[in-house]
């Protein structure tokens, strides 16, 4: 029973490209990376090989402070893909980083979400290489 538990797949794992392996290998280091185009000097996320806002293909990686707002929030009560029917309920957010871009991430640390406020400042954690976030 016990192998065909960890033979079910996760849907909380990224699929590492190429591309983004910078990003998650950093992100596995506890380090928040954006990616900044050089032309109209814009931050962006989730990682992309072009700007969104100009187009332009002169970008690169720059670290992210790990400091975030809160922009929105959902308490999730059911979730049936693993391993997020263990961790219900658990709070899945929009946030707003410092540098500017808006990033999906989910909330931790913050047992009670009626605490809960649009524009309150949190920091980026790190649960098993995925970046999250939690009140500061």
Same mark, same amino acid.
């Given at each position: =029973?016990e192998?065909?538990? !960890?033979? $079910?797949? *996760?849907?909380?794992?990224?699929?590492?490209?190429?591309?983004? $392996?910078?990003?998650?290998?950093?992100?596995?280091?506890? $380090?928040?990376?954006?990616?900044?185009?050089?032309?109209?000097? /814009?931050?962006?996320?989730?990682?992309r090989e072009?700007?969104?806002?100009?187009? !332009?293909?002169?970008?690169?990686?720059?670290?992210?402070?790990? $400091?975030?707002?809160?922009?929105?929030?959902?308490?999730?009560? *059911?979730?049936?893909?693993?391993?997020?029917?263990?961790?219900?309920?658990?709070?899945?957010?929009?946030?707003?980083?410092?540098?500017?871009?808006? =990033?999906m991430?989910e909330?931790?640390?913050?047992?009670?979400? !009626? /605490?809960l406020?649009?524009? =309150?400042?949190?920091?980026?954690?790190? /649960?098993?290489?995925v970046?999250?976030f *939690?009140?500061r």
């Open positions: =029973m192998a065909a538990r !960890s033979a $079910r797949p *996760r849907f909380d794992t990224p699929e590492v490209d190429p591309f983004t $392996r910078t990003y998650w290998d950093a992100a596995a280091r506890g $380090r928040l990376l954006v990616r900044r185009c050089r032309d109209c000097g /814009r931050a962006h996320h989730y990682p072009f700007c969104p806002h100009c187009w !332009s293909e002169d970008v690169g990686w720059e670290p992210a402070s790990g $400091r975030a707002t809160l922009y929105t929030w959902s308490v999730v009560h *059911r979730n049936d893909l693993p391993p997020f029917g263990e961790r219900v309920p658990y709070v899945a957010a929009v946030v707003d980083l410092a540098e500017g871009p808006r =990033m991430t909330l931790v640390e913050c047992a009670d979400a !009626s /605490r406020r649009a524009g =309150m400042e949190l920091e980026a954690v790190f /649960r098993d290489g970046p999250v *939690r009140p």
